[in-house]
């Protein structure tokens, strides 16, 4: 049985020399945590939302682009919506959406096609910021897992023959991909088509706990003992949610000073809360009457609770 290992958040490439076969691996412990701190998720959300957040930096591990990549599950099912977001130097966030009732009836745990239904869709969003540009790739819910929907949308958008497993507790998240690269010899007898065939069902044998319990050396060297794999150096892998004082502050002035001081007479305080990490941010009376007066940055400080 693996030992426990240290709190770690990292995405590593590694490839199968000398053939045309790469993979990715990522763990995420610390920002898996961060961004649960406001919200809790009943136990088969909070799976898959880990699951989803797992796909997101994989997804862009394997791009080479600045911006942010967004992994999106929509459904009209108990989970209605599952978002993953992922900058190009691995900056996360991640929000879900259920309907609770229906949760509830539900009851114990229950897998990815029951929680989504029949009329799911997976979006893959890629916005870059050096061209403006935007990207976006649809797939319907394919499979029992989101490691299935990740391969048919790798298989439909990038035609690229691609195997993933992932997982997710209430501890870490965490993945492994490999991908059989364009110019990879064809024929069943190739060493590269040999290469990626062994690949394939090795990463079949890999269980949630060994991706979870298990670094990436020790794991790969475990799962493809026949390889010559070469390791890269990892990239840190960080909660970072765009929310802010300021940013808020300037969503309340666009509501216009007339309508916040009526929610304020209502309510005895204004709350805003970011949708993606549940931070509320609490506005009183002196807060608000500070944000629509001129001077030094109002509202950068308001209460937090």
């Keep these: 049985m693996n030992k426990p290992i240290t709190a770690s958040d990292e995405v590593q490439r590694f490839v199968f020399e000398p053939h045309a076969v790469r993979g990715h691996w990522v763990q995420i412990e610390d920002a898996w945590r961060e961004l649960r701190i406001h919200t809790r998720y009943p136990a088969p959300i909070e799976r898959l939302l880990g ?4 796909a997101a930096v994989l997804l862009a591990a394997t791009l080479k682009f600045r911006g942010t990549l967004t992994f999106q599950l929509q459904s009209s099912g108990p989970l209605r919506l599952l978002v993953a977001q992922c900058t190009h130097d691995f900056k996360v966030r991640a929000v879900a959406r259920c309907d609770e009732p229906a949760m509830a009836a539900l009851g114990g745990d229950a897998g990815l096609p029951v929680l989504a239904g029949p009329d799911a869709r997976i979006t893959v969003t890629i916005e870059a910021d050096e061209r403006n540009t935007r990207y976006q790739g649809i797939v319907p819910l394919a499979g029992d897992s989101l490691a299935q929907c990740l391969e048919a949308y790798f298989a439909g958008s990038e035609q690229l023959p691609t195997r993933v497993v992932l997982a997710s507790d209430a501890t870490r998240a965490a993945g492994l991909l490999i991908q059989k690269l364009p110019g990879a010899g064809e024929g069943e007898d190739t060493p590269d088509a040999q290469a990626w065939a062994e690949a394939q069902l090795a990463i079949g044998t890999v269980t949630p706990a060994q991706l ?8 790969l060297s475990q799962t493809f003992p026949g390889q010559d794999l070469r390791l890269f150096t990892g990239s ?3 909660f970072e949610c765009r929310c802010n004082p300021q940013r808020v502050a300037g969503v309340l002035r666009a509501l216009g000073a007339g309508e916040i001081r009526d929610v304020l007479r209502e309510q005895g305080a204004v709350t805003v809360t970011c ?3 549940q931070r509320p941010f609490r506005y009183d009376a002196i807060d608000i009457e500070a944000l629509f007066t001129e001077g030094p940055e109002p509202g950068a400080t308001p209460a937090v609770h």
């Design 275 to 277: 949708e993606f990490c």
């Design 236 to 238: 840190a892998v960080a």
């Design 51 to 54: 699951e989803a957040l797992s």
């Design 212 to 219: 979870l319990r298990s670094r990436a050396q020790p794991l």
